[in-house]
C-alpha cells in the first residue's frame, strides 16, 4: 500500500460530485483517519480502523462506498443495479440514534449524485412497514441496527447475498456479547467474498482476537489517543451520597448551555432527575425505555440547545455527534473502561474544546484507576471547596489535590489563559 498520506481531498481520488459537496460543507481538509482510510477503502481493502470520536469516521467510510456504488451503478456489466430486493453496501450500527445519524451523513454527501444512489435506513421502535416499503427493489446502501435487519429479512424485505461491503460501525460493540447471536446469524447471510471495514474508537484485546475471523488481510489504522488537546479530562472526588448535591453545585455555579451526564441504569436516569429537580435544576432523560418518537424529541432537542442538562444512559455513548458539547459529566462510572473514552468523546468533537468531568466517591477509586490503566491515562483527584473528602476514606496512592482552578471562590484567570477554568465554564439490538 501506498504509505503517502493525503493532505487534500483533491488527492483522495474522490470523484467531482463528492468533493463538489465536501466544499459545499466546509470540509477544508481531510482528518488524519480520513486520509489513511479513504484510499485503502478505495483500493478494496479490508480494514481496521481506530481513531477518537470526533474525528470523521463517517466520512471515512461513507465517501468510498458512495463512490464504489455509483461507479458499480454506471457499469452495465452490474447485474445487481434495480433487480430483486438486493443490496450493496451495508453498515451495521449498535443504536436506533447512531443509524439515522449515519444515514443523514450519507445522504448529505450524495447530494450531488443525482438521485442515483439508494440509501434506506432501518431499526426498531417504530413501524416496519414504511421500511420494508422503501426497500422494495432493493437499495444501494443499507444502515441497519441487527434486530431490525433480521426482522426485515425474515420478512422477505431484503436479501444480503450480493452485499459487496460489509461496514462494523462502533465495531467494537457490534462484536460484543450483546451483538454476538444476531451479528453471528447476519455474517451467515453474506457472501464470503465481500469487503469488511471495521471503525471504532476503541478496539480491546478481546475484540481484536475475533477480528481475524471477520477480515482477510486487514490493513491496521490505529490513531487513538487519549490526550486530544480539545478535551480536558478532570476528576473531582466526593464523599458518598453527596455527588447529586456536587452535581446540582457545578451546573448552577457554571451554567452550562448543555451538559450530557451518563449514568449506568435506565431507573438512574429517572432517579437522578427527580433529585435533581428537587434542587431546582431541570433536565430531561434519554434511555432506551422511551418510545422512539420521544427519545428523537429529546436528543433534537438537546442539540437545538432547548435542554440544558440531559441525563442519558450509555445509548448516547456511542456515535452521536452533538456539535460543540461544551461539557461531559460521568455520574456513573461506565462498567467497561472502553465505554469511558465513548462517553468523554461526546464533548471536544473535531477540534472544539470540552470538558469531561467524572465524579466519584470512595468505592469508585478502584475501578477508576482500572478505567486509567486501560486507557493508558492518569488524572490528577480533585476537590471542590464545601465538597472536601473524609480523607481517611481515601486510599493512599490517591491522595485527592488542591481545589481546582475555577470551582472555588478564588480570583478568575484571564480569558487568554487555557487553563482547565476555562472549560468548566464555558445500544439497541434492534
Known amino acids: 500500500m501506498n504509505t503517502t498520506v493525503a493532505t487534500k481531498f483533491t488527492d483522495l481520488n474522490l470523484i467531482q460530485p463528492l468533493l463538489d459537496r465536501l466544499k459545499e460543507l466546509d470540509y477544508k ?59 450493496k453496501g451495508l453498515i451495521l450500527v449498535p443504536t436506533r440514534e447512531l443509524a439515522k445519524q449515519v444515514s443523514d451523513s450519507i445522504k448529505s454527501y450524495a447530494n450531488h449524485l443525482n438521485g442515483a444512489v439508494k440509501t434506506v435506513c432501518v431499526f426498531g421502535g ?137 449514568v449506568n441504569a435506565k431507573n438512574g436516569c429517572e432517579h437522578l432527575a427527580d433529585k435533581l429537580s428537587k434542587r431546582g435544576v431541570f433536565v430531561d432523560v434519554f434511555h432506551g425505555d422511551k418510545g422512539q418518537g420521544a427519545r428523537n424529541r429529546v436528543l433534537d432537542a438537546f442539540k437545538a440547545g432547548e435542554i440544558d442538562v440531559l441525563i442519558a444512559t450509555d445509548i448516547a455513548a456511542r456515535g452521536l455527534d452533538i456539535e460543540k458539547l461544551p461539557v461531559v459529566i460521568n455520574y456513573d462510572l461506565p462498567r467497561s473502561p472502553s465505554d469511558y473514552m465513548h462517553r468523554i468523546g461526546r464533548s471536544g468533537r473535531a477540534g472544539e474544546v470540552g470538558l469531561a468531568l467524572s465524579l466519584i466517591d470512595h468505592e469508585d477509586y478502584h475501578h ?42 478564588k480570583k478568575r484567570k484571564k480569558k487568554s489563559d487555557q487553563t482547565p477554568d476555562v472549560w468548566l465554564n464555558g445500544t439497541d439490538s434492534e
Open 29 to 87: 481538509l481531510p482528518t488524519p483517519i480520513q486520509a489513511q482510510a479513504i484510499p485503502s477503502v478505495m483500493q478494496g481493502h479490508d480494514l481496521i480502523a481506530g481513531a477518537n470520536t470526533g474525528s470523521g469516521k463517517t466520512a471515512s467510510f461513507a465517501l468510498p462506498l458512495l463512490q464504489q456504488v455509483y461507479e458499480l451503478k454506471k457499469d452495465k456489466a452490474d447485474n445487481t443495479s434495480n433487480k430483486g430486493n438486493f443490496v
Open 126 to 262: 417504530v413501524s416496519i412497514n414504511p421500511q420494508m416499503l422503501a426497500l422494495r427493489g432493493g437499495a444501494d446502501i443499507v444502515v441497519a441496527t441487527p434486530g431490525r435487519l433480521l426482522d426485515l429479512i425474515s420478512s422477505n424485505a431484503v436479501k444480503l447475498d450480493k452485499v459487496k461491503t460489509l461496514v462494523l460501525d462502533e465495531a467494537d460493540r457490534m462484536l460484543s456479547l450483546g451483538f454476538t447471536d444476531e451479528i453471528n446469524e447476519l455474517l451467515a447471510l453474506l457472501p464470503k467474498s465481500k469487503q469488511t471495514l471495521l471503525f471504532s474508537a476503541t478496539f480491546p484485546e478481546q475484540v481484536k482476537a475475533l477480528t481475524k475471523e471477520l477480515l482477510k488481510d486487514p490493513i491496521e489504522i490505529q490513531l487513538q489517543s487519549a490526550d486530544a488537546s480539545s478535551l480536558v479530562q478532570r476528576v473531582f472526588t466526593v464523599n458518598q451520597g453527596q455527588k447529586t448535591a456536587l452535581l446540582a453545585h457545578l451546573i448552577k455555579e457554571h451554567q452550562w448551555q448543555q451538559a450530557l451526564i451518563f
Open 368 to 409: 477508576f484507576k482500572v478505567i486509567e490503566k486501560k486507557n493508558k491515562i492518569r488524572l490528577e483527584r480533585e476537590e471542590v471547596e464545601g465538597f472536601e473528602v473524609d480523607q481517611s476514606l481515601i486510599p493512599k496512592l490517591d491522595k485527592p489535590m488542591a481545589k481546582p482552578e475555577g470551582t472555588g471562590k
